[in-house]
């Protein structure tokens, strides 16, 4: 492991006929440096070496956090991790107006571009649309080649257990260590809890460093895959069943009683109707990056052996709400006065053209 010290060190050579250069390695965020020095020097280290650390492995304290996703999630986290005393980065090369404002409001400042991020950070969160998430895995992973930094990589993003398994494999190929973790909760800053980031991996010191900063990280072992699975397993729940509320309101618009079923689901399913009322005009927000998650969790279920025809139904409505006029809402731009009723009238206009 490489640990922190701090004092002056003599070099010093005995016997006859001493090499003229002593070579002395340092580790700084990943990067090996060599320093040629006289055959009797006073250095300050800060760092000193195990030769048996695995590659990226550190004792060093996190001090900057990459986010790679400055989206309503990846800004909250990156906002807490501030507050919280960590420096944090990203590179929104290419990023929408909305993610730079979302950054800029988060004061998460911006390295310009994926090699440099490598380089200045201690551990990098990658928090985007599960569609984006393999691909974005091979581009870092050729930034760490490029860089020769090894910083640790989180794997944050709500994709199957076999997917986290092929962007680890991408990641610990260009010499960088890999955590794979799922996110849970409401971002930092909203009511309740704190995001739980649960976590597996054989190395959960780095992001356990972040615990209590924002977020709350929940270790579930040391076999990448778990972490992933708990989240496609909650989500499936979750997100199954607001679905499920959706597609009940639509097919009732479509057939004439929404009026009707209001009425008798006010009567003897209160809580289930309350809860559409709520979800139902607001779900469009987040339909398209969630149309790649139902994929996903339809995947994880058909590994498992379990149908994936219920995820791949939850798909299509997501499908469908996206090519809504109200997909291109934000949280900050949301209509709040728009009801159940007034939502599904156009989810049934656009019937068949979610494709």
Known sequence: MWQRIDHSVIAQWAGSGPPSLVTRKHKTRGTMVSADLPQQTTLSYTLHPDI???????????????????????????QALRENGFDVISCLNGRSEHSRNLAKVAGIRDVGNLELMVSESDIILSIMPPSA?????????????????TPMFVECN?????????????????????TDAGIIGSAPGRPGSPPRFYASGPDLAPITELDGKGIKVMPVGDE??????????????????TTLLTAVAIAAESLGITEELGAELASSQAAAYDGMKRAVPRLPLDSGRWI????????????????????????????????????????????????????????????????
């Not at 990448?224 to 069943?241: L, P, Q």
Request: glycine share 12%.
């Open 224 to 241: 990448i895959g778990r972490a992933t699975s708990v989240k496609m397993c909650y989500a499936g729940m979750t997100k199954g069943m």
């Open 158 to 178: 709500a994709i199957a257990p076999d997917t986290t398994r092929r962007i680890g494999a991408f990641i610990t190929a260009a010499g960088a260590p890999y």
């Open 52 to 78: 048996n650390t695995s590659p990226g492995e550190s004792d060093l304290p996190i001090k900057t956090v990459a986010i790679m996703g400055v989206g309503d999630m990846g800004h909250a986290v990156g």
């Open 292 to 355: 790649g998650e139902m994929e996903e969790i339809a995947t994880t279920f058909a590994s498992a052996g379990v149908t994936d025809k219920f995820h791949q139904a939850a798909r299509d409505i997501f499908l469908l709400l996206d090519s809504t006029p109200f997909a291109s809402e934000t949280r900050q731009t949301f209509d709040t006065s728009r009801t159940l009723e007034d939502s599904v009238k156009v989810y049934v206009e656009h019937l068949g053209q979610g494709s």
């Open 133 to 149: 998430a393999e691909g974005f895995g091979n581009d870092i992973a050729a930034a760490i080649k490029a860089s020769g930094s």
